[in-house]
């Protein structure tokens, strides 16, 4: 695939700590997350101007990511990745978003690197 659906913006690895666990030690005490998205948007504009204003500001994609992990509070994992892929849609740019969001200590009784929900979202979908 070429052209504007297959041109994305990755953002990897954005960490934040917030609250997000059905156990009640997870409801209590903040925890640290990973976020990863990959936005699909046309990157042409931009790569013809040269001009932020015509693409999608991944500082501030970063910005409103960690906001949502460390000022709102969360069940579950897939619904902070729903809340964040909302967000992220809001951008006038954003065609799709695609969402990971990783539980960097599980809070289980075995070895568990990572736990973690992706998801996939499209504008008006």
């Known amino acids: 695939m070429t052209g504007p659906e297959a041109d994305r913006i990755e953002l990897r690895g954005i960490r934040a700590v917030g609250i997000c666990g059905a156990l009640p030690e997870e409801r209590e005490r903040a925890q640290p997350f990973e976020i990863d998205l990959d936005v699909v948007a046309d990157l042409a504009p931009a790569g013809a101007s040269d001009d932020l204003a015509d693409t999608v500001d991944y500082g501030d994609l970063a910005q409103v990511v960690s906001t949502i992990v460390d000022e709102t509070r969360f069940v579950l994992l897939e ?3 729903e809340a964040i892929a909302t967000a992220v849609l809001a951008s006038q740019h954003v065609r799709a978003v695609t969402v990971t969001v990783r539980k ?11 736990a973690g929900v ?6 008006g979908g």
């Open 79 to 81: 619904r902070l990745a």
């Open 104 to 114: 960097l200590r599980p809070p289980v009784p075995v070895h568990l690197d990572t």
């Open 118 to 123: 992706t998801i996939a979202r499209t504008r």
